[in-house]
């Protein structure tokens, strides 16, 4: 059985009008490339050809850069699993 479908449709079903439905999983794929795209761009901007695969794992190092410590703190409390 495919969750994803059950979790559309139950939101489907509180919507009162059901259809926009497509307006909000469209609104939701955008949000979620968005932040997708922002966060490798600003990691490239900001490590450059140091990149590696895994952005987060270059927040292990020393950035270099004013409040880089206050970054990388920062970065690893809010990918801290609850």
Known sequence: MDYQILAVHSID????DNTKIRVVV???LAL???V?????L??????GDATLDDV???FDADLGIPFGSVLND?????????
Do not use: H, W
Not at 36 to 40: A, H, I, L, P, R
């Open 74 to 82: 920062a970065v690893r409390v809010s990918m801290q699993p609850t």
């Open 36 to 40: 997708y795209v922002m966060t490798s």
């Open 32 to 34: 979620c490339s968005t």
């Open 13 to 16: 079903n509180e919507l009162e």
């Open 26 to 28: 469209q609104t939701a």
């Open 42 to 47: 600003f990691g490239f901007l900001l490590f």
């Open 56 to 58: 987060l794992a270059n």
